[in-house]
């Protein structure tokens, strides 16, 4: 079981920015990570995903040219950067975590670990 902690979401205005963390427990396995997002009423959605080594990320098309996704291994922290928020990118943030991987993985259904969440509003 890998333990999985987001930090960093908020109340941003419209066109500002917020940097997520997602930390995960020490582990020796190579695993995959990524990010989705879950607004009220509507079913949990990717985001970005990247594999072990950082060489391989996807995007969904709404992320693209926004948000950055990033991963430190030293620190077993992977990160999500996203600038010019909109209200439409509010919503409850989750990583995700699959283990013995050297690829990334888009959908919900690859992973194994799911952290709890945290949550990004962004007003208009």
């Known amino acids: 079981q890998v333990q999985l902690v987001e930090s960093g979401g908020g109340l941003v205005q419209t066109g500002g920015s917020l940097r997520l963390s997602c930390a995960a427990e020490e582990t020796n396995r190579r695993y995959a990570m990524g990010w989705f997002r879950q607004a009220p009423g509507k079913e949990r959605e990717f985001v970005a995903a990247i594999s072990w080594a950082g060489t391989t990320t996807y995007y969904a098309d709404s992320a693209k040219g926004r948000f950055t996704i990033s991963r430190d291994n030293a620190k077993n922290t992977m990160y999500l950067q996203m600038s010019d928020l909109k209200p439409e990118d509010t919503a409850l943030y989750y990583c995700?975590?699959?283990?013995?991987?050297?690829?990334?993985?888009?959908?919900?259904?690859?992973?194994?670990?799911w952290g709890r969440g945290t949550q990004v509003i962004v007003s208009s």
């Open positions: 995700a975590a699959r283990g013995f991987s050297d690829t990334a993985y888009t959908t919900t259904t690859s992973y194994e670990y």
